[in-house]
């Protein structure tokens, strides 16, 4: 069992904590249980450590079986040491060091994809990561952040997709009017999402998400610019029919996807 926190091997983790240190390794930092066990079952291949303290491995037991089916040693730690590793508050007792894996835009674009989320200058972790989930959930067929948008392994992020990063595939780096030629070279609808856009349910009445999309996503603060409006297809609006101000980007972003998923299921 590792129980010093200031050995060099736990110091190694817990700077995956910051975006040097993934960027220099090529390694990002994965916690909790369900992150973990998504990992092992879909991607086993990815972990190249996997840490936790007993209590928690006797509590989840089916890591300890997946790990063995998979090949993978689970590495035994104090609470004290996990802590240490761990970048949230409050870890669960269970979390790995894995390669990272982004998918080239050639790749996604090669597979015929139906829908798509497209991030730019998304910073926030927690809205990148829930998009990506919900992107999942929706069955879109991949996640594109532009290199303006938050570092995908990010620790908030990667938690906040609560595994969902290993069901889609998600590219990175590339610049926003790259990525928008292209996927529109491949038959897709560039769908802007913005509150000066016209109705989600006009746009839904009249057709316009049954066909291949590409749903972009712009900034939590600003959203998106006079110049990404004339690179889109569409500019649509989700409607608040209540009292809110406002609706989170990962909200809309939900709302749009499974708009996009209902109307091209339903053909």
């Known amino acids: 069992m590792i129980d010093n926190p200031r050995s060099p091997r736990v110091r190694a983790v817990a ?41 928690a491995l006797e509590r989840h037991s089916g890591i300890a079986r997946a790990a063995e089916e998979a090949g993978v040693e689970v590495e035994f730690v104090s609470e004290q040491v996990l802590e240490t590793m761990a970048d949230t508050v409050t870890p669960q007792g269970v979390l ?19 829908l798509i989320a497209i991030l730019e200058e998304v910073r926030d972790p927690g809205n990148a990561g829930t998009i990506i989930r919900a992107a999942d959930a929706a069955g ?36 926003l009017e790259e990525v928008l030629e292209r996927v529109k070279g491949e038959g897709l609808r560039i769908l802007a999402a913005d509150i000066k856009g016209g109705d989600l349910l006009a746009a839904r009445n009249e057709g316009v998400l049954n066909h291949p999309s590409a749903w972009l996503f712009g900034n939590e603060a ?39 998923a209902f109307a091209q299921r339903s053909i």
């Open 140 to 175: 879109a067929d991949a996640v594109i952040l532009t290199g303006r948008s938050v570092d995908l392994y990010n620790p908030k992020v990667v938690r906040a997709t609560t595994g969902s990063l290993f069901h889609v595939p998600v590219a990175v780096g590339a610049e």
């Open 15 to 55: 700077k995956l904590a910051k975006k040097s240190a993934r960027s220099e390794t090529g390694l990002f930092l994965l916690e909790g249980p369900q992150s973990v066990s998504e990992a092992l079952e879909f991607r086993p291949d990815l972990l190249v450590e996997l840490y936790a303290t007993p209590t």
């Open 222 to 260: 600003r959203g998106l610019t006079d110049e990404h409006y004339v690179l889109a297809d569409w500019v649509i609006s989700v409607p608040i029919y209540g009292h809110a101000e406002s609706m989170n980007l990962a909200t809309a972003a939900s709302v749009c996807l499974y708009e996009s």
């Open 96 to 114: 790995a060091v894995c390669r990272q894996f982004p998918t080239s835009l050639k790749d996604i674009l090669a597979d015929g994809p139906k």
